[in-house]
């Protein structure tokens, strides 16, 4: 620990150094250090000016660099919401045509159908024809053959 020397030690010498050195006076201290304080105030202001134009520039790079990178995604994911929307089209299209064949279909197998009944009746009626004719003929044969 320090303890004060005691008033009967030896007495308090200036050393050559100081005594050589003159003392500035307070008010030149003083404004050498106001004047150190404001410079390093203004040049603390002008860094951080300077900070605060180069965030801002940065954040505004990153922003366009962003629209662009947007920008090419998005084309893409455009063309294929354009082609999606156009191959949904054409599936309608598709729908509606297919519905109409088979309706026009259905119209052609009932025609069918009613041509092979009618085919079917003319054969019908042509061995009923013929059924009758031969009818007829035994009907005749036996009328001769009575009439004799």
């Not at 050195?21 to 004047?35: D, G, N, R, W």
Request: include cysteine.
């Amino acid at each position: 620990m320090y303890s004060p020397q005691p008033s009967s030690a030896r007495p308090l010498v200036a050393s050559p150094r100081a005594v050589e050195k003159p003392q500035p006076e307070p008010s030149v201290l003083e404004a050498s250090l106001l004047k150190l304080m404001q410079d390093h105030h203004q040049t603390s202001l002008h860094l951080r000016e300077q900070t605060e134009k180069a965030k801002k520039d940065a954040i505004r790079k990153a922003v366009k660099v962003s629209d662009h990178l947007m920008d090419a995604v998005n084309g893409g994911v455009q063309e294929s919401f354009i082609n999606e929307k156009r191959i949904e089209f054409e599936i309608r299209a598709l729908a509606t045509s297919i519905s109409r064949f088979m309706k026009q279909t259905d119209q052609w197998l009932t025609a069918t159908h009613a041509i092979n009944n009618a085919i079917k009746e003319i054969g019908d009626f042509e061995n009923w024809m013929k059924t009758m004719e031969f009818e007829c003929k035994s009907i005749n044969a036996a009328i001769r053959n009575v009439c004799q």
